[in-house]
């Protein structure tokens, strides 16, 4: 089973809180040998706001997941570790 890229489209367009950001493009290979798109949107400082990775071939399954589970992709990148690198580079906001 694929998901339809279109889903990640509208997930983007939903949950863009402003408009103006700048995309940046990139593609690449993880080291397990699956290729990848990655668009960065970021304000006007260069912050990145949203992240959207594309993952050519992985069909339905979790990237960089463990070879002995269900549904995981392990031949693309680490979609744990890239999510936690994008969250912690954000600053902390103390009230």
Known sequence: MIVNPINGD???AQSKPVEGLRATTTRGHASGGMSYTRTVQADEGGMPILE???LH???HAW???SPAGSYTEPGGPDASREMIRFFFERPV???
């Open 10 to 12: 509208q997930i983007v």
């Open 52 to 54: 959207y990775w594309v």
């Open 93 to 95: 906001k103390l009230a």
């Open 63 to 65: 990237s960089g997941g």
């Open 57 to 59: 071939g992985a069909g």
